[in-house]
């Protein structure tokens, strides 16, 4: 079975670019998650959804970030304009909800955004 | 956003010894997972603990959720260098939805 699928891998752009991160979820699980991995900060939450609906973007940094899931097999995130600030490694993750629990997180190999 | 301290943040050991990871916080979780994660690629599951004071066994990794269900820990007999990587708490919050906040991590190196 497929796994969590991001695009594109790595990624170098210039401070004022538009950057665009993909995410393909694994099927049928109805929560996705964006994570950024910095050696800083670790791994932080940016927003979750749940069938598609945002629940929670507070950890989403500014308004330069934007994030969107238009049905349930693919999801966005987008930042514009893009800072050198924001060079990281940036997760999706997807999972079930097991009762009251979320279940495993499966993440994809994720994006390696360098701005210059 | 709920903080889970790991410690220690950095370890190299010798392949064959024992260890033991924190994670620590201040807040209640209703569920706890730990995750490893090596270079250039995503966090892996290795175990999730739901009752406090629970104790799970996987193979030589044995995880125990704080009975109060704000701590955990991680121990490895016989550190093997497979076992090098990153090793990350994530703690499911009890009133904030089902959302998963990650611990600061904890970078292992078994040296053989």
């Known amino acids: 079975d497929a796994g969590v699928i991001q695009s594109p891998r790595h990624e170098v752009t210039e401070m004022g670019q538009e950057v665009t991160l993909r995410c393909k979820p694994i099927?049928?699980?109805?929560?996705l998650f964006w994570y950024r991995q910095t050696m800083m900060r670790g791994l932080e939450l940016l927003i979750y959804f749940n069938n598609n609906v945002p629940i929670d973007d507070s950890g989403m940094p500014e308004d330069r970030f934007s994030a969107k899931m238009p049905n349930a097999s693919f999801s966005t995130l987008k930042i514009q304009p893009s800072e050198p600030r924001d060079s990281a490694v940036y997760f999706c993750?997807?999972?079930?909800?097991?009762?009251?629990?979320?279940?495993?997180?499966?993440f994809g190999e994720g994006s390696r955004l360098t701005v210059l | 956003t709920q903080l889970l301290e790991q410690s220690p943040q950095f370890l190299s050991i010798q392949e064959g010894e024992n260890l033991t990871v924190y994670c620590n916080s201040s807040?209640?979780?209703?569920?706890l997972q730990w995750y490893r994660q090596e270079p250039g690629e995503g966090p892996v599951l290795l175990v999730t603990?739901?009752?406090?004071?629970e104790v799970k066994k996987l193979k030589r990794l044995t995880f125990q959720f704080g009975d109060a269900r704000k701590d955990s820990s991680l121990h490895i007999t016989a550190a093997q260098p497979g076992d090098t990587g990153l090793y990350l708490c994530a703690g499911e919050g009890e009133n904030t939805g089902n959302q998963f906040y990650f611990g600061t991590g904890t970078s292992l190196t078994v040296i053989p």
């Open positions: 807040s209640v979780f209703s569920s």
């Open positions: 993750a997807s999972s079930l909800l097991l009762g009251l629990h979320t279940g495993e997180l499966f």
């Open positions: 099927s049928g699980h109805d929560y």
């Open positions: 603990v739901v009752t406090g004071g």
